[in-house]
């Protein structure tokens, strides 16, 4: 039987590529959207096409809403039998003055970001504690670990992913699940588009590899610690050096 996995966000970007990584490597998987149907329908029937033997399928769920996210475990166990891997990806960004923040950015950005999370995981724990395996990767930034000017409601939440993770994987252990994270530097997707070329080329310039991380390069990631079995509760920083200069 194939493994499974649920890609929260899964439909753009790093989600998208760590879906096509996940089936590439012949997997089931479970492609979470919210808002982007058409994209993550796109996705499905070509991933579909490339990989008949595979059960890849489509999900919409806004992962702020606790029963839309068991939900979705749920559909998950009916279609594949099991859930083997979670990857909670799905978040936002914003760039923002701390004194120009509201409290609707504030709910917006934790509901979305660290509740999101928070959500996902508790759709899919039940099911792996009694199958006594499974493992959950989530997405943080490195913005999590040495915070980002203009983004301070942002790096909060990144950072609560962060311990949320690491408090789960001691707490998880013994049910021989393994939960890590990943913090990816500056990446090449949709969500940097607000980046201008100047200011791309100036990250570029301070990273050692010089250039921006790809999303393949974060699905990669995913990919080893989804099939690595001895390694928990890991912050893995996925950003060509940038915060080691």
Known sequence: MNKSVIITGASKGIGKATAETFAQNGYNVLIVYNSSEEDAFDLKNNLNILYPNQIITIFKCDIKNIDECLEMAKFAISIFGKIDVLVANAGVAQQKLFIDCTDDDFNYIINNNLKGVYNSIRSVINHMINN???????????????????????????????????????????????????????????????????????IINTTPLNRL?????????????????????????????LTNV
Request: hydrophobic share 35%; glycine share 12%.
């Open 213 to 241: 991380g790809e999303p393949k390069d974060i699905a990669k990631t995913v990919l080893f610690l989804a099939q690595s079995s001895f390694i928990t509760g890991q912050t893995i920083i996925v950003d060509g050096g």
């Open 132 to 202: 006594k395996s499974g493992h959950i990767i989530t997405i943080s930034s490195i913005w999590g670990i040495c915070g980002g000017a203009n983004e301070t409601i942002y790096s909060a939440s990144k950072a609560g992913i962060i311990g949320l993770s690491k408090a789960l994987a001691n707490e998880l252990g013994p049910s021989n699940i393994c939960v890590n994270c990943i913090a990816p530097g500056v990446i090449d997707t949709q969500m940097n588009n607000n980046l201008t070329k100047n200011e791309k080329q100036e």
